[in-house]
């Protein structure tokens, strides 16, 4: 398990992520408004605003009429679980998100963003057609940034909190790092784990990522670079 801190990569073609950190904010403002509601609040909210594949497959009738259940693939990204849900993705994101602003520019990349969230919802819905439990979180979009900048930064050093025996700070390579963590979404697909995470939304994002930021980066920036 590792969580990242900070990186040794500089911004060179924007003055500030203001993108970035307008959806950190808004997201972190989403579940406080959740959080404050009670746990009855949070439940609706996911029923709601949660991708639920088998409404958006019109397999089965949305809870709100007036909400499109097809909005629900961008609404569903903003919202999250619990703390941990919620902290584990901002960490990421604030970690590696500015970056890819910085790739990309600011308007491209909140295109950028919430089209990696929606690919991912529509991944985890292709192998969970009729299922009625609601999709949430910022993990799939946020693979996409992840997708994103293995290929734009591999080789920027990654300062990261890892628990091999004890927690430890090591500065390790973003391919290592974020290698090692499409990796592991692989391998739980790979067995089967049934354990409640989307991991096809995960991966969904992250190959998005990918595809998206070959063709939208800015002119002179190039892939696989960061040494």
Same mark, same amino acid.
């Given at each position: 398990?590792?969580?990242?801190?900070?990186?040794?990569?500089?911004?060179?073609?924007?003055? &500030?992520?203001?993108?970035?950190?307008?959806?950190?904010? &808004?997201?972190?403002?989403?579940?406080?408004?959740? =959080?404050?509601?009670?746990?009855?609040?949070? &439940?609706?909210?996911?029923?709601?605003?949660?991708?639920?594949?088998?409404?958006?497959?019109?397999?089965?009738? !949305?809870?709100?009429?007036? @909400?499109?259940?097809?909005?629900?693939?961008?609404?569903?990204?903003?919202?999250?679980?619990?703390?941990?849900? @919620? @902290?584990?993705?901002?960490?990421?994101?604030?970690?590696?998100?500015?970056?890819?602003?910085?790739?990309? !520019? %600011?308007?491209?990349?909140?295109?950028?963003?919430?089209?990696?969230?929606?690919?991912?919802?529509?991944? %985890?819905?292709?192998?969970?057609?009729?299922?009625? !439990?609601? @999709?949430? !979180?910022?993990?799939?979009?946020?693979? *996409?940034?992840?997708?994103?900048?293995?290929?734009?930064?591999?080789?920027?050093?990654? &300062?990261?909190?890892?628990?091999?025996?004890?927690?430890?700070?090591?500065?390790?390579?973003?391919?290592?790092?974020?290698?090692?963590?499409? #990796?592991?979404?692989?391998?739980?697909?790979?067995?089967?784990?049934?354990?409640?995470?989307?991991?096809?939304?995960?991966?969904?994002? =992250?190959? #998005?990522?990918?595809?998206?930021?070959?063709?939208?980066?800015?002119?002179?920036?190039?892939?696989?670079? *960061?040494?």
């Amino acid at each position: 398990m590792f969580l990242p801190l900070y990186d040794r990569n500089k911004i060179a073609h924007i003055e &500030f992520p203001f993108i970035n950190y307008a959806i950190l904010g &808004f997201t972190c403002l989403i579940f406080l408004v959740q =959080f404050a509601s009670g746990e009855a609040g949070l &439940f609706e909210a996911h029923i709601v605003y949660g991708m639920i594949p088998a409404v958006v497959t019109g397999a089965a009738v !949305g809870p709100a009429p007036w @909400l499109p259940d097809q909005a629900t693939l961008v609404t569903y990204m903003f919202l999250h679980a619990d703390w941990l849900h @919620l @902290l584990s993705n901002m960490l990421f994101l604030w970690v590696f998100g500015d970056n890819i602003e910085d790739a990309l !520019g %600011h308007f491209k990349y909140l295109v950028f963003y919430i089209a990696c969230g929606i690919i991912a919802a529509l991944a %985890h819905l292709a192998f969970n057609t009729g299922s009625y !439990g609601p @999709l949430v !979180g910022a993990s799939g979009a946020v693979a *996409g940034v992840i997708g994103a900048y293995i290929l734009l930064y591999p080789h920027v050093r990654v &300062f990261v909190l890892s628990r091999i025996i004890i927690m430890l700070p090591l500065a390790v390579p973003a391919w290592a790092v974020l290698g090692f963590w499409i #990796a592991t979404q692989l391998f739980y697909v790979v067995i089967g784990v049934d354990d409640g995470v989307a991991w096809w939304a995960h991966i969904g994002g =992250f190959v #998005a990522g990918a595809a998206l930021v070959v063709v939208m980066r800015r002119r002179g920036v190039p892939l696989f670079g *960061g040494r």
